[in-house]
């Protein structure tokens, strides 16, 4: 019965256009559908059904992972229609799921409305590409793309280490190796110094979780390799200070050194839902470590880089309000979907109420918003 009902479930998510499906105790099953929740008109789930869809689709090491640690995550494949990758947890002593599903086809970088260079960089000898953003803000799909685009244009020997494993990469014109962690090999440090000896090209880590991954990932860059990595940050900036931030006082300065040196850009990202209706749409920001870029973070005074960024369009930069800003003048999003992800909300508004003055959409934001950001909006 558990298995006609996740397979119903997974049907209905893919067919509906979701992205994740929510299974917890006291609702029905909820689908994320462009970003905002939708509960299906189902049964309202219990302790028991709760336990028996987990049963249904959890491998018998992450069951009994679940019973030791109150947590587990796995990725499984869906027929042909795509892969999920599922976080099993509890949570007031009952059992709860997250599964995201992830499309089976990978998205063109013109698809995902990748910034330009970013071609250009992938084909790198060398060097650290950070792609950064809060969960679900594509991280992981932007990632493929530049992995698969490597694939199918150039020769080169790639290493994953994913935990876990989300899009599978077929060989094409490259070779690829996938490791998954918890399966194949026990930590994301680990798998990078191991990675050293098996001659690859390009290694893409899942995530700089910690100091040992975060020197193993360096390290690899410095030593001749084009290094993708992933962190929870917001902004080229602070993801150049939260790395920097995360080695001790006396390691600082020669951390900054080394990324000067080997880190080549930063694409910092967040989905916004589209105005439209159905879909989302990932608004950027982009740094290109240029030599002038390489030398604030050299001379500790990266509280100049969002200016440098501002100054170097032509170079295919851009900081994340100018990019929500011009989604919203092409009417991609809302007035408040920018407001909420802007850096700087009350120039947002102020240069929107400027130029849109008759947005009907800015009559509905004042007290809300007002209440929300802390600002005055008459």
Not at 199 to 212: H, M, S, T, W, Y
Not at 302 to 331: C, F, K, V
Request: some cysteine; overall charge negative; glycine content about 8%.
């Amino acid at each position: 019965m558990a298995t006609i009902q996740i397979d119903r479930l997974l049907d209905a998510c893919i067919r509906m256009g979701g992205s994740d499906i929510h299974i917890v105790v006291g609702r029905p099953p909820v689908i994320r559908i462009g970003g905002s929740l939708k509960s299906l008109e189902t049964k309202v789930l219990d302790a028991d059904d709760t336990v028996a869809l987990m049963k249904s689709i959890t491998p018998e090491k992450n069951q009994q992972e679940l019973q030791e640690g109150g947590t587990t995550d796995f990725g499984f494949a869906f027929g042909d229609y795509g892969r999920f990758r599922v976080a099993v947890f509890r949570q007031k002593g009952f059992v709860s799921m997250v599964l995201r599903l992830i499309p089976s086809k990978f998205l063109s970088f013109d698809t995902i409305g990748l910034p330009k260079p970013i071609a250009g960089l992938c084909r790198r000898p060398r060097g650290l590409f950070l792609v950064t953003g809060p969960t679900g803000s594509g991280k992981t799909t932007t990632l493929a793309s530049m992995i698969n685009y490597i694939n199918e244009t150039v020769d080169r020997h790639i290493i994953t280490v994913e935990e876990p494993i989300e899009y599978y990469h077929d060989h094409k014109r490259s070779v690829i190796n996938q490791r998954e962690v918890g399966l194949d090999v026990p930590t994301f440090s680990e798998a990078l110094r191991r990675s050293l000896r098996q001659d690859p090209d390009v290694i893409l880590v899942g995530e700089l979780r910690d100091l040992e991954t975060m020197e193993a990932a360096i390290s690899a860059a410095e030593t001749g390799h084009l290094v993708f990595g992933t962190l929870h940050t917001t902004g080229c900036q602070g993801t150049v200070n939260r790395i920097i931030d995360a080695f001790p006082a006396n390691q600082q300065e020669m951390i900054r050194i080394q990324l000067s040196t080997n880190l080549i850009a930063v694409l910092s990202q967040t989905l916004c839902p589209l105005k439209a209706g159905k879909g989302r749409v990932a608004a950027y920001e982009f740094m290109i470590v240029t030599s002038a870029i390489s030398n604030l973070i050299r001379e500790n005074k990266t509280y100049r880089i969002e200016s440098t960024i501002q100054t170097s369009r032509n170079l295919g930069m851009r900081l994340l309000d100018d990019h929500l800003y011009e989604l919203y003048q092409a009417q991609k999003i809302s007035v408040l979907e920018v407001l909420d992800k802007a850096r700087n909300p009350a120039d947002m508004l102020a240069k929107v109420k400027s130029e849109f003055p008759n947005d009907p959409d800015l009559a509905d934001i004042g007290p809300v918003l007002g209440e929300m950001q802390g600002l005055d909006l008459e």
